[in-house]
């Protein structure tokens, strides 16, 4: 759910990518249809004045006084020019050679345009004057009542200032209209946006709070939309997972219960028994022969049973919170070299005890974690084992190692769980598979570790690391 919360706060995460996708979706429709709007509404505007203005200078050419002899003479010609200029507008009348006096609409009209209107037919085209738009416009003017050209040509220059104006204030309208729907555009973006990735956002949450042991974490089920559908869906497995997981508990709790319920009822028969298989072992020498092993075997088997009883109210303890440290200030060498004198290991086990190492600990929790790392090496490993102490910022290190085969990479994540072996057909009474997860729970009581591995030569090697409660225990 982590990845899932920083994917939606990356640059490229859902939240971006739908302002981008929104972005772009609107910089290309608006732009499309801004730019079709305004490319038309331009042709129109320029056509509308272009029509406008040829035909108003037609129109005035044909209320010209009618033509009286040819060729007209400079004030006939200066006569048309005043009688077609209107306004800034300046027309110039050419014949041949002879110009009207104002005859700069002459020059600016360009040979291609002069040419078609010399053969009788009226002509423009735009044109860039003095850096603004312009329509350069001739007609030919004809002999009166007839159709046939009289040489006498008119030209004038139609500035297209109001319409440059019009068309400049349109492509304005059209980056204001692109700019105020690209607004918009963010503003529903990030409307949905928000309206998709809450819920998002809320499962994620919901999803790492479930995952987290907050069985009880619910969604809150909005709309009927297929987000809504997943927060519904969600609920239902949260439900669903709970009441599993509170059933597993409740089984859990039932035989945790159990096994120390029978493990203490066990306990007074069992006591009754061993003092008698005791009895037995004794005599077991003068009995004959099958007798005598049968009363070795049930004392042995007896004692067994006594430890996996004890193994097993001492994990009930564990299991039930019961567990709790008596911390006495010790001297850990002596503390070590009692355990494993009380079992008879002195020559089996090498010790490095430097002298003088003290730390307030549970004393008993510390001698069955010493003797089940030491009988376990003894046990599955091969001599020499040796058992190292030593002292460091605040803790205390024990190392049991051996010169055996190691442990298995399979083996290493399971070595510490409860009935655990690593050869299933190993004999049951080489152990109970409890041994090793006591010896780490009384680790994690003092608030310490227990962690086990190989040897870089070869043998397994667990390390135990305690912290020293000087202050009391954590």
Not at 195 to 200: A, D, E, I, K, T
Not at 273 to 284: G, K, N, R, S
Request: a negative charge; hydrophobic letters at 45%; charged letters at 20%.
């Amino acid at each position: 759910m982590r990845k899932l919360t920083e994917l939606l706060r990356t640059p490229w995460g859902l939240r971006n990518r739908l302002l981008a996708a929104f972005a772009v979706l609107v910089v290309v429709t608006t732009g499309g249809v801004a730019g079709a709007m305004y490319v038309q509404a331009r042709s129109v505007i320029l056509q509308k004045a272009q029509d406008t203005a040829v035909l108003a200078l037609v129109d005035r050419v044909k209320k010209l006084p009618p033509i009286v002899g040819l060729p007209p003479s400079q004030n006939q010609l200066n006569a048309i020019s005043s009688a077609l200029s209107q306004g800034a507008e300046h027309a110039s009348a050419v014949y041949g050679s002879l110009r009207s006096w104002s005859s700069g609409d002459v020059r600016a009209a360009s040979p291609e345009l002069r040419d078609t209107v010399a053969a009788g037919s009226i002509a423009w085209q735009r044109m860039a004057s003095s850096g603004r738009a312009a329509l350069a416009i001739g007609v030919p003017v004809f002999v009166d009542g007839s159709s046939y050209p009289s040489g006498i040509e008119v030209y004038t220059v139609h500035e297209l200032d109001a319409e440059q104006d019009a068309i400049g204030q349109l492509s304005l309208l059209a980056w204001l209209t692109g700019g105020a729907a690209m607004v918009l555009a963010v503003g529903l973006a990030l409307f949905a946006a928000r309206g998709v990735l809450r819920p998002v956002r809320e499962l994620g949450t919901a999803a790492q709070r479930l995952g987290e042991g907050d069985l009880a974490t619910r969604l809150e089920v909005r709309g009927t939309d297929e987000l809504a559908g997943v927060a519904s869906t969600f609920n239902d497995t949260a439900g669903a997972l709970e009441r599993h997981v509170e059933e597993l508990r409740r089984m859990e709790s039932d035989a945790r219960r159990f096994v120390a319920d029978v493990s203490h009822e066990l306990r007074t028969p069992l006591a009754a028994m061993t003092a008698v298989a005791d009895v037995l072992e004794e005599d077991a020498a003068h009995l004959p022969g099958d007798a005598g092993r049968a009363a070795r075997l049930v004392s042995q088997e007896a004692h067994n049973l006594t430890r996996l009883v004890n193994d097993l109210i001492e994990v009930s303890r564990f299991d039930s919170g019961a567990a709790a440290l008596a911390l006495e200030e010790i001297d850990l060498a002596e503390a070590v070299r009692a355990t494993l004198h009380a079992r008879g290991w002195d020559d089996e086990v090498g010790t490095d005890l430097p002298g003088g190492v003290t730390a307030r600990l549970d004393p008993r929790r510390l001698d069955v974690i010493v003797a089940n790392l030491a009988g376990n090496a003894l046990k599955h490993g091969e001599p020499p084992v040796l058992l190292t102490l030593r002292a460091e910022t605040g803790e205390v290190v024990i190392e049991v190692g051996d010169h055996g085969p190691g442990l298995g990479q399979e083996v290493l994540p399971h070595v510490f769980d409860r009935f655990y072996k690593a050869d299933v057909a190993r004999a049951r009474s080489e152990g109970s598979g409890l041994g090793l997860a006591i010896a780490w729970e009384n680790a994690r009581l003092h608030g310490g570790s227990l962690v086990a591995g190989n040897r870089a030569e070869g043998g397994a090697l667990f390390t135990l690391r305690l912290p020293d409660h000087r202050e009391g225990p954590s």
